[in-house]
T-cell receptor, first 113, second 115 residues
Framework: QKEVEQDPGPLSVPEGAIVSLNCTYS??????FMWYRQYSRKGPELLMYTYSSGNKEDGRFTAQVDKSSKYISLFIRDSQPSDSATYLC?????????????FGAGTRLFVKA | GAVVSQHPSWVICKSGTSVKIECRSLDFQATTMFWYRQFPKQSLMLMAT?????????EQGVEKDKFLINHASLTLSTLTVTSAHPEDSSFYICSARDRPGETQYFGPGTRLLVL
């Protein structure tokens, strides 16, 4: 079993829809949870960064962490064609020698105008 | 926000040559830098982690003699692909972090094509 599971999609939605992206994980030692957006042929861009369970909102984006279920989500409201990208979840834990970050496989999102 | 640059953004080289890729943190000091490679439609694969002034830690299966990493200063890390072969063609991305536990900021990536 992978430490982080993420459905690769693709996920196709109409413009204006609410998008829900999810990751599950198996390692309860993960402490930090991130979502990155990666456009084609570009490096990942940090979208959201959370430490604890609960919700964190930033504009049209809401990150949700449920540590008891080992489940994290990213919600995108009023989705736009410019949101079309691959979304990567990432999680970090403290290990001997430093923090280790594990990335999900990424979900490809297409928002149709 | 934190900015990480990479140079070059793309490179084409002949098989057998060596290619150096630079990664710079522009507005913060990166105590740790990471090197990833990414194949089309696949996720990031961590190659190595480097801390300034010390040897890089390579992930299992990554040849340290082939992928030379130098992190000589708090703002610069380099990845040298030695004796490159067509199977080394990939998208190489670096990231940098200023403090343990803080998030990573990624560079724009370098696309390498070995002919």
């Amino acid at each position: 079993q992978k430490e982080v599971e993420q459905d690769p999609g693709p996920l196709s939605v109409p413009e204006g829809a609410i998008v829900s992206l999810n990751c599950t994980y198996s390692n309860s030692a993960f402490q930090y949870f991130m979502w990155y957006r990666q456009y084609s042929r570009k490096g990942p861009e940090l979208l959201m960064y959370t430490y604890s369970s609960g919700n964190k909102e930033d504009g049209r984006f809401t990150a949700q962490v449920d540590k008891s279920s080992k489940y994290i989500s990213l919600f995108i409201r009023d989705s736009q064609p410019s949101d079309s990208a691959t979304y990567l979840c990432a999680m970090s834990e403290s290990r001997t020698g430093g923090f280790k970050t594990i990335f999900g496989a990424g979900t490809r999102l297409f928002v149709k105008a | 926000g934190a900015v990480v640059s990479q140079h070059p953004s793309w490179v084409i080289c002949k098989s057998g040559t060596s290619v150096k890729i630079e990664c710079r943190s522009l507005d913060f000091q990166a105590t740790t830098m990471f090197w990833y490679r990414q194949f089309p439609k696949q996720s990031l694969m961590l190659m190595a982690t480097s801390n300034e002034g010390s040897k890089a830690t390579y992930e299992q299966g990554v040849e340290k003699d082939k992928f030379l990493i130098n992190h000589a200063s708090l703002t610069l890390s380099t990845l040298t692909v030695t004796s490159a072969h067509p199977e080394d063609s990939s998208f190489y991305i670096c990231s940098a972090r200023d403090r343990p536990g803080e998030t990573q900021y990624f560079g724009p990536g370098t696309r390498l094509l070995v002919l």
